[in-house]
């Protein structure tokens, strides 16, 4: 099916793990997005991708590695997990640029999450 | 001070009754105002998208941008049980990759 997918779905991992969450789009989309959801934070931006090997920091990169070898996929890996990285993490895509200019909006379309518990 | 602002709720009403969710934000910059729905265990879904200030309507929904105030807000007239979500504002500004969520209201609709 198209669409934006990730996976696992759930993950429970153990603290200094190394763990890899998968992101993958079917509509060829040039920007993807990794966020995390915690409680009394809302969505926090990790890191962005502008197209294949192009990739920035967001809000809270510490701890996250990503890569971006191809246009459909954009895996986020915690090299070393900790506690604090316990979160729901959501990927998203936008067709065009991310960069907002007057008056078009790119949408930004979201995964289903994955739930990491790190204990 | 977080750059945007919004209640966590949670907001319970009846079926029926008109539903006032908020946001305000400390960055004047800002000049993109969504609203996303985030049913349980599921992905955010753009639900309004208002440039500037002034009201957009949507069926049901309506959402209004007071920049002078730095407030914005989402309506919903004749709520339904399957309103039943949690609701996020989100904000950006031209020239800026990322866009900056709220903490998000959970409504729940009580047949």
């Known amino acids: 099916d198209a669409g934006i997918t990730q996976s696992p779905r759930y993950k429970i991992t153990e603290t200094g793990r190394q763990v890899t969450l998968m992101c993958h789009q079917t509509w060829s989309h040039s920007y993807m997005f990794w966020y995390r959801q915690d409680l009394g934070h809302g969505l926090r931006l990790i890191y962005y991708s502008a197209a294949a090997d192009i990739t920035d920091k967001g809000e809270v990169p510490d701890g996250y590695v990503v890569s971006r070898s191809k246009t459909e996929n954009f895996p986020l890996t915690l090299e070393s997990a900790t506690r604090s990285q316990t979160s729901v993490y959501f990927c998203?895509?936008?067709?065009?640029?991310?960069?907002?200019?007057?008056?078009?909006?790119?949408?930004?379309?979201f995964g289903p999450g994955t739930r990491l518990t790190v204990l | 001070q977080k750059e945007v602002e919004q209640d966590p709720g949670p907001l319970s009403v009846p079926e029926g009754a008109i539903v006032s969710l908020n946001c305000t934000y400390s960055n004047s910059a800002f000049q993109y105002f969504m609203w996303y729905r985030q049913y349980s265990r599921k992905g955010p879904e753009l639900l309004m998208y208002t440039y500037s200030s002034g009201n957009k309507e949507d069926g049901r929904f309506t959402a209004q941008v007071d920049k002078s105030s730095k407030y914005i807000s989402l309506f919903i007239r004749d709520s339904q049980p399957s309103d039943s979500a949690t609701y996020l504002c989100?904000?950006?500004?031209?020239?800026?990759?990322?866009?900056?969520f709220g903490t998000g209201t959970r409504l729940t609709v009580i047949p």
């Open positions: 989100a904000m950006g500004q031209t020239g800026a990759n990322n866009l900056f």
């Open positions: 998203a895509s936008s067709e065009t640029s991310g960069v907002y200019s007057f008056p078009s909006y790119n949408e930004q379309f």
